[in-house]
């Protein structure tokens, strides 16, 4: 699980990260908390960084404020992420991990396929806190077909539309709901921008 | 049963502000520098960073003062603060063979290669106090003696290693646990311990080690070494491609040779505990080194029968700032708790009462 | 030079100035970088914690001794260079000066200033240290003699 950064990379491997560091990640931490509190409310996170390809800056915004040295972050395809692997690991000192059981946060791709999420750890009795947070991008956060959401810090109901998500979607987040306290939060991101689907939302199609 | 119940700000509020002044004590008397507290009570500052966990001599030289000289409470302080700091990584092991030393005895051979190095003891003092510490009278520079050559102090393990008398190191990689990031689970690897026993309470870890010599857990030790010195601390940086020194700390390590275990295949062998502690603090690595080694009871089969030998006892009781907090958290409000007992005692003698009454009626 | 030892006298020039005392660092380093390339903050300087490891009876598996603190820097000079540093303690001004004397050392015109005004004094600084703290060591050191008792 070592660290390594491709040094003879330029800049961007090092440059583009928080202009300050503990205002811009607690600015960040606010707005991730309040999506996750709030599920289904669009936060944004435009403007902290500027990250290499592919990752987007809400995908990493949101990298550079959570992970840290004692998170792994597995990445669905490394091959296309050497320099927002090399960039996260400058800028937090996260390791990435080929090993998806040891996963604190999964950098996915689009439409990325579900039935292979269940690798991801959804924590343990004694500590639900050890699970995975997906960090999936989609095409839109708005546009697509409705989804109903309900359960905690949602005060009736509230339906978004996003487009791209993967196959089964609904369905997995049925059953990872149904594991609680245990289970796996995700983030939608697309740009600047991310809504927060925690493990205790129920999502209908609406 | 916890209820919540307001009140006492403003008694806190001007609590804090007493506080405040007591600690700074007469303003006509200049107050303590961060210098003359690292400087001329640097052993009070190397307890609160080894049982703080944290290497910061000026950090912890801040909490003695802030805490007006209670260890505990500034070793609270400093494990308050280490949380807040972000893990950058992990350093190279240190290297105690390379060690700029600063002090070096062993009581098990009087000609140790590399010499008996007395440096800056109490030992051999009387322990009168001094009528000269009421003062500032000038003292002395130390003497210097030339060196010569680089005399290389090798550590007695070594020594006896040669000769196959005593447990060899097994020199490894693996990844040590680190109790500040996984609870400890018992049984626990000697790593956890070590980890554990490194930031232990030294009056607690002392008194453990005093009673596996007075026979609680008897191991028979021998100070095979004991070395203070300074050690460089390096780190791999992953954007440069290599290691780098940070600088150096201080660090005091005790080798124990202990009773030797017997026969098999290898023949026999004397054992080992080690201690390893930040700055000069020569009791705590002795205290350590022996509570290793009686808590190696079951690598040994010998049976433990006595508290340093209990892994479960030692490691869940070391931790000063883990004891402070649940016996102080005995003065905070427990009104309700108290009152239910009272009722229930209440309750109890009344209906004794009662069937008294019935009694000497029935009589 | 090779990599090889370019990235050795990089480490040694590292490794001298993270020992330095910081009052003697930025004494150095303001007489020695006026009219130097300046350098922008591309991370830190941030403070933040090591775990200090040692081995289980000083040779073998590795443990967790207790944490350090540490502040760490990176910045980048208006042509490119990258200068890291990361030093034991608080004090962000020394790990801002050290990058930048790191990167500075990239470029011809500046390496030998740098080696020869701030690295060969730390060095020099450094070994004196070491033989004043020796030599009072060695002062306490037990000359043993064997007295002649009895007889024969």
């Not at chain 1, 202009?19 to 509190?37: E, H, I, K, T, Y």
């Not at chain 2, 021998?222 to 300074?230: K, M």
Request: proline content about 6%; aromatic content about 6%.
């Amino acid at each position: 699980m070592s660290v390594s950064i491709n040094t003879r990379s330029e800049g961007h491997v090092f440059e583009g990260g928080f202009a300050n560091p503990v205002m811009d990640s607690q600015g960040v931490f606010r707005r991730v908390m309040n999506a996750l509190g709030e599920p289904g409310t669009v936060a944004d996170l435009s403007g902290f960084v500027t990250p290499p390809a592919p990752l987007s800056q809400a995908a990493a915004a949101i990298l550079l404020t959570l992970a840290d040295y004692d998170t792994p972050v597995w990445f669905e395809k490394p091959e296309n992420n050497d320099d927002a692997i090399g960039w996260m690991s400058f800028h937090t000192g996260a390791p990435r991990t080929a090993d998806v059981f040891r996963a604190a946060f999964a950098v996915l791709e689009k439409m990325s396929p579900v039935e292979a999420w269940a690798k991801f750890p959804i924590g343990t009795s004694d500590y639900p806190d050890r699970s995975a947070t997906l960090i999936l991008p989609v095409e839109s956060l708005a546009g697509g077909e409705p989804l109903r959401l309900t359960g905690p810090g949602i005060e009736t109901e509230k339906v978004i539309t996003p487009l791209g998500l993967p196959q089964g979607f609904e369905a997995f987040m049925t059953e990872n709901r149904a594991a609680y306290p245990l289970g796996l939060d995700v983030l939608l991101v697309c740009g600047g921008e991310a809504i927060g689907l925690p493990r205790t939302t129920r999502i209908e199609e609406a | 049963m916890y209820v919540a119940v307001k009140g006492g700000e403003a008694a806190i509020a001007n609590a804090h502000r007493l506080l405040a002044d007591r600690r700074r004590g007469d303003r006509d008397v200049p107050a303590l520098t961060l210098e003359q507290i690292t400087g001329q009570l640097a052993l009070a500052v190397d307890r609160v960073m080894a049982e703080g966990s944290l290497y910061d001599p000026d950090l912890a030289a801040m909490a003695v003062r802030q805490s007006r000289g209670d260890m505990i409470e500034a070793i609270f302080l400093l494990r308050a603060y280490r949380t807040t700091l972000a893990r950058f990584g992990n350093s190279r092991p240190i290297d105690t063979a390379k060690m700029r030393i600063e002090r070096r005895v062993s009581a098990t051979y009087k000609d140790i290669p590399g010499g008996q190095l007395l440096g800056p003891t109490f030992d051999y003092t009387h322990r009168l106090i001094d009528p000269a510490m009421a003062g500032d009278e000038p003292v002395d520079e130390p003497l210097r003696r030339a060196r010569e050559d680089e005399r290389r102090a090798p550590r007695v393990t070594d020594i006896l290693n040669d000769e196959g008398l005593i447990e060899r190191d097994v020199l490894s990689d693996e990844e040590p646990g680190d109790l500040t990031r996984d609870p400890t689970a018992f049984p626990a690897d000697r790593d956890v311990r070590l980890q554990a026993l490194a930031r232990g309470d030294e009056g607690f870890l002392l008194s453990l080690g005093y009673s596996t010599q007075r026979g609680y857990g008897r191991t028979h030790p021998f100070v095979g070494e004991i070395r203070i010195g300074l050690v460089d601390v390096e780190i791999d940086v992953p954007e440069l491609g290599f290691a780098v020194s940070l600088g150096q700390v201080r660090v005091t390590e005790c080798q124990m040779v202990s009773q030797f275990t017997g026969g098999g295949e290898e023949g026999a062998k004397f054992t080992r505990g080690y201690g390893l502690v930040f700055g000069q603090s020569e009791r705590k690595a002795m205290a350590m080194s022996l509570v290793d080694r009686a808590l190696r009871a079951d690598e040994f089969d010998e049976q433990r029968l006595a508290p340093a030998q209990d892994e479960e006892f030692v490691l869940a009781h070391c931790d000063n700032v883990q004891a402070t907090g649940f016996v102080e958290h005995l003065k905070l409000p427990h009104y309700v708790d108290f009152q239910a007992e009272l009722d229930l005692l209440r309750t109890l003698n009344t209906a004794k009462a009662k069937n008294d009454e019935m009694r000497e009626a029935a009589e | 030079m090779t990599a090889e030892t370019a990235n050795a006298r990089r480490k040694r020039a590292l490794d001298a100035m993270a020992s330095m005392p910081a009052n003697m660092l930025s004494d150095l380093y303001k007489e020695n970088t006026a009219g130097a390339p300046g350098a922008i903050a591309v991370r830190g300087p941030e403070i933040g914690a090591i775990m200090l490891r040692g081995r289980i009876g000083g040779g073998g598996a590795p443990f967790n001794l207790g944490e350090a603190s540490v502040t760490r820097a990176t910045v980048r000079l208006d042509s490119g260079e990258l200068g890291h540093s990361i030093v034991l303690g608080r004090d962000a001004d020394k790990a801002r000066m050290i990058a930048h004397l790191d990167a500075l050392r990239q470029l011809p015109d500046w390496i030998g200033r740098v080696e020869k005004a701030i690295v060969e004094p730390a060095l020099e600084h450094a070994r004196a240290e070491a033989k004043l703290q020796a030599e009072e060591t060695e002062a306490t050191r037990v000359d043993f003699f064997t007295m002649v008792r009895g007889e024969d």
